[in-house]
């Protein structure tokens, strides 16, 4: 269509879906590749990465919004017998809709600086979410919910890198 935010003609359309597809599969089976099933009986610190682009992660989380900075900042700052368990949005590699707009965003390249963070370890997507939530002594993310459920549900402590409502939670 002409008025597509892309102004991709027909064919480019279909060759970028087809590029999509592919980095998605190759992402998947790296980030597949990569993770661990978590220590639960480890002091750790839960870190949820945000779906990205995502109307609210970017202009909420600003400088933070390029995920790498709040993971390097609690990497430098965190005792040495804790880690980081990191978990992708579980939509980031596993959505079932062609989504051009992620073709910038998540690369190799990201999965490789992050996983350079010494205290860093990357968990399988399956993983359950609520599992890392209770167990974490931290809940983090930029502006996600796994800080608000850990809050209300495990009585954690959370930390968000962003500008959210949660902000002016008196807990």
């Known amino acids: 269509k002409k008025k597509s935010a892309y102004n991709l ?13 592919y980095q998605k599969t190759v992402l998947r089976r ?3 590749n990569k993770s661990e099933v978590p220590d639960l009986s480890k002091k750790y610190i839960y870190f949820a ?9 970017d202009p909420q ?6 995920q790498l900075i709040p993971l390097s900042i609690l990497n430098n700052l965190i005792p040495d017998d804790y880690v980081i368990y990191v978990k992708e949005h579980p939509r980031q590699l596993n959505d079932n809709f062609p989504d051009i707009r992620k073709k910038h965003f ?10 350079k963070l010494e205290k860093v370890k990357m968990v399988d997507l399956y993983f359950p979410s ?6 974490a002594r931290l809940n983090c ?7 608000w459920e850990g ?21």
């Open 61 to 66: 989380s600003s400088y933070y919004s390029d």
């Open 9 to 21: 003609n027909f064919f480019e359309f279909v060759i970028e879906l087809c590029k999509r597809d």
């Open 30 to 32: 790296y980030v597949k």
């Open 49 to 57: 990465l945000h779906y990205q682009p995502e109307r609210s992660t």
């Open 141 to 147: 993310s930029c502006t996600g919910t796994n800080v």
């Open 106 to 115: 998540r690369s190799k390249k990201f999965y490789d600086e992050m996983l």
């Open 130 to 135: 609520e599992k890392l939530i209770e167990n």
């Open 151 to 171: 809050l209300k549900k495990y009585k954690k402590p959370g930390l968000h890198f962003g500008h959210t409502w949660l902000n002016a939670c008196l807990s």
